[in-house]
C-alpha cells in the first residue's frame, strides 16, 4: 500500500529536549516536505528536499532541520524547541507532477 | 496579498444543497490545481484536480478561470459526509523545481 509513516503520532515534551519526528515514504517520490498547521494559518512548508542530498528552506524554517540521507525518509529535528512550535505538522511525499501524499500527523506539544 | 486566498467559511448548508467554494491564486505563470480535502484532525488527501476545460467527478464540478485567477469547486446534492475542510492547491514549477501553494481552507458543515 502507498502510504506516507511519519511518528510520533503525538509528543508532548519540555522547552529545549531536542526532538526528531521522522517521516517514510514507499513511493519512491523525490519530493518530501514538511508543513506545519496552525488555525487561522492553514498549511505552511517548513522544509523541502528534491532528492537525496537536496534540501531547502520553506516558508517557516526557523528553528528546524532536516536531512536526506536516503530516498525514503525526511526526519525533522526540533534542537531546541519552544511553545511557539507547538502545532500539527504533517510529512508529504509526491513526484513532480503527482498528487501529493500526507503522513497521517503529528501532534506536537511544547511545554 | 496571499498567494492563494480562499474564504474561510463556515459555508453551513443543508443536506441536498448546492454549495460552490472559489479561491484566487497571485501567480499567473501557476500550472496547475487541485482541491484536497481534510477531516478534522487528519491529513489532507487529494479530491480532484482541475482542468482548464473544468472536470466533473460525480458530484463535483472543478473549474478554472486563467484570465482572472480563479479556481472554483461546486458540490451538488450535499452529503453529511461532505463535511470537511476544502484546500485549494496550486502547483507553480520552474525547470526542475516544483512549489505546491495551499490555501487555508474553506470550512463545510452540512446539516440535516
Known amino acids: 500500500e502507498a502510504q506516507v509513516t511519519q511518528n510520533p503520532r503525538y509528543l508532548i515534551t519540555v522547552t529545549g529536549k531536542k526532538l526528531t519526528v521522522t517521516c517514510s515514504q514507499n513511493m519512491n517520490h523525490e519530493y518530501m516536505s514538511w508543513y506545519r498547521q496552525d488555525p487561522g494559518l492553514g498549511l505552511r512548508q517548513i522544509y523541502y528536499s528534491m532528492n537525496v542530498e537536496v534540501t531547502d528552506k520553506g516558508d517557516v524554517p526557523e528553528g528546524y532541520k532536516v536531512s536526506r540521507k536516503e530516498k525514503r525518509n525526511f526526519p525533522l529535528i526540533l534542537e531546541s524547541p519552544s511553545p511557539n512550535q507547538t502545532s500539527l505538522y504533517f510529512c508529504?511525499?509526491?513526484?513532480?507532477?503527482?498528487?501529493?501524499?500526507f503522513g497521517p500527523g503529528t501532534r506536537l506539544l511544547v511545554l | 496579498r496571499k498567494e492563494v486566498e480562499q474564504d474561510p467559511g463556515p459555508f453551513n448548508v443543508p443536506e441536498g444543497a448546492t454549495v460552490a467554494f472559489n479561491c484566487t491564486y497571485s501567480n499567473s505563470a501557476s500550472q496547475s490545481f487541485f482541491w484536497y480535502r481534510q477531516d478534522c484532525r487528519k491529513e489532507p488527501k487529494l479530491l480532484m484536480s482541475?482542468?482548464?476545460s473544468g472536470n466533473e467527478d460525480g458530484r463535483f464540478t472543478a473549474q478554472l478561470n486563467r484570465a482572472s485567477q480563479y479556481i472554483s469547486l461546486l458540490i451538488r446534492d450535499s452529503k453529511l459526509s461532505d463535511s470537511a475542510t476544502y484546500l485549494c492547491?496550486?502547483?507553480?514549477?520552474?525547470?526542475?523545481?516544483?512549489?505546491?501553494?495551499f490555501g487555508t481552507g474553506t470550512r463545510l458543515q452540512v446539516t440535516l
Open positions: 508529504a511525499s509526491r513526484s513532480m507532477a503527482e498528487t501529493q501524499y
Open positions: 482541475v482542468y482548464s
Open positions: 492547491v496550486v502547483n507553480y514549477r520552474t525547470g526542475t523545481a516544483s512549489k505546491l501553494t
